[in-house]
């Protein structure tokens, strides 16, 4: 059967626009490497740009992908995903999205047994929420990130006794606080990635040197990881909760990020499943493991 499937991704991934971002070239990748997966098994895939007022029908599913100007239009996605969905499946469903969308789902994977880095949850990130939060968790430096957002925006280091960054570079409302890890900027960040629950490949993303950032904008690179005994298992059993949590067992796709706590065991760092760039060039057989995924949906 043939099926017509809708990539979504912003207009800041578009090369030739206007304000393209930096990284505009993972879109290429991470749609190229999809695309030809779903070639292979008579679907077509198409991108548009979410926010565009495309015409959505003739579409038989859409799948979010590179949006990633969203956390200052948020209330506006999330109303497109939901029409978008009354049209035809979006994946991962909207009610999943929304539960992704704040990093609290962190505290219910915790709560459900997940290894977890300690955390302190406040309303807004200041002098009267982060001056407490060294004491809480026993640090000395801290990360300070936005609920909701990713690639590091509006994220800041804090160091006890210093000043605080500007209010510009805190997260502009509420916040998760975080002890520094010093494993981040020595050994990165692991990043393991699931299609319809099944494995595809892993990858290690390492900052470049003086930074703790791991996106590939900062200058880190990534480099193929072999999963060692038990990591995918540790990754399933996030997925599991994750699963128990929302009701949505077997997601389209799920990016598992792990990373080394003071304890030197691997915990969760982030449970990416809404628009995760899904690094094709450490997964040479992604594409395929992705349609037959997809396939199994339409």
């Known amino acids: 059967m043939s099926a017509r499937v809708c990539f979504l991704t912003s207009a800041d991934m578009m090369k030739d626009r206007p304000g393209a971002r930096e990284d505009w070239i993972e879109f290429e990748l991470e749609f190229g490497a999809l695309k030809r997966g779903c070639d292979a098994v008579g679907v077509t895939l198409e991108h548009r740009i979410w926010d565009s007022g495309f015409d959505p029908s003739g579409f038989d599913a859409f799948m979010i992908g590179t949006v990633w100007d969203y956390p200052p239009k948020l209330a506006?996605?999330?109303e497109t995903?939901?029409?978008?969905?009354?049209?035809a499946p979006v994946y991962n469903p909207p009610h999943v999205v929304r539960w992704n969308i704040e990093k609290l789902y962190l505290q219910a994977l915790?709560?459900?047994?997940?290894?977890?880095?300690?955390?302190?949850?406040a309303d807004s990130a200041d002098e009267a929420a982060i001056r407490p939060a060294f004491d809480a968790l026993d640090a000395d430096r801290?990360?300070?990130k936005p609920l909701v957002g990713g690639g590091a925006w509006r994220q800041a280091v804090v160091q006890r006794g210093e000043a605080l960054p500007p209010a510009g570079d805190l997260p502009p409302g509420a916040c998760l606080i975080q002890?520094?890890?010093?494993?981040?900027?020595?050994?990165?960040?692991?990043?393991?990635?699931?299609?319809?629950?099944r494995f595809s490949h892993a990858l290690q993303k390492v900052p470049k040197s003086g930074d703790y950032r791991v996106q590939s904008i900062f200058g880190a690179r990534e480099i193929v990881h072999e999963p060692r005994p038990g990591e995918?298992?540790?990754?399933?059993?996030?997925?599991d909760a994750a699963a128990q949590i929302t009701g949505e067992a077997d997601l389209l796709y799920a990016r598992?990020?792990?990373?080394?706590?003071?304890?030197?065991?691997l915990a969760v760092m982030e449970l990416e499943i809404i628009e995760p760039y899904l690094y094709p060039e450490q997964g040479p057989d992604m594409g395929a493991v992705f349609a037959a995924a997809l396939k199994d949906r339409l």
């Not at 995918?232 to 997925?239: E, F, I, K, S, T």
């Not at 598992?256 to 065991?265: E, I, K, N, P, Q």
């Open 142 to 144: 801290l990360v300070v």
């Open 179 to 197: 002890p520094f890890l010093p494993s981040v900027p020595e050994e990165g960040e692991y990043s393991f990635l699931f299609f319809g629950g």
């Open 76 to 78: 506006a996605f999330l």
């Open 232 to 239: 995918l298992d540790q990754c399933r059993a996030v997925l």
């Open 81 to 87: 995903i939901e029409t978008l969905n009354t049209h």
């Open 256 to 265: 598992v990020d792990m990373v080394r706590g003071l304890d030197g065991r």
């Open 110 to 121: 915790a709560d459900a047994g997940a290894p977890s880095i300690p955390t302190v949850w």
